[in-house]
Nanobody, 124 residues
Framework: VQLQASGGGLVQAGGSLTLSCVASGSTFDFYAIGWFRQTPGKEREKISC????????YYADSVKGRFTLSRDNAKKVVYLRMNSVKPEDTATYYC??????????????????WGQGTLVTVSS
């Protein structure tokens, strides 16, 4: 599966933004899709993940209650809705696929496919 993330940009603190992760290929609905973010000098942080069916979601404590992840398998897209954004949400956001469970993204694998990243900047 190949992924392309988009939707980043500049947003004021307290505002909202929706990121999209669009897939190509016929196996999109086999895979869990995760979202990570990274700032310069820091490790990539897993912030959210959704199971292949969309029935299960995971959120890191840092975004729980503010971010919502959903997917549309017919359109081969995953949406990350970011509400009440904070300056500390400023980062490059990446989506990842190719894993059959969200737990796989904790370990990493050469078989996982990463989108190119989209930059989110939150101004105070």
């Amino acid at each position: 599966v190949q992924l392309q993330a988009s939707g980043g940009g500049l947003v004021q603190a307290g505002g909202s933004l929706t990121l999209s992760c669009v897939a190509s290929g016929s196996t999109f609905d086999f895979y869990a899709i995760g979202w990570f973010r990274q700032t310069p000098g820091k490790e990539r942080e897993k912030i959210s993940c959704i199971s292949s069916s969309g029935a299960l979601t995971y959120y890191a404590d840092s975004v729980k209650g503010r971010f919502t992840l959903s997917r549309d398998n017919a359109k081969k897209v995953v949406y990350l809705r970011m509400n009440s954004v904070k300056p500390e949400d400023t980062a490059t956001y990446y989506c990842v696929g190719g894993g059959f469970s969200c737990a796989e993204y904790d370990r990493g694998s050469a078989s996982h496919s990463w989108g190119q990243g989209t930059l989110v900047t939150v101004s105070s």
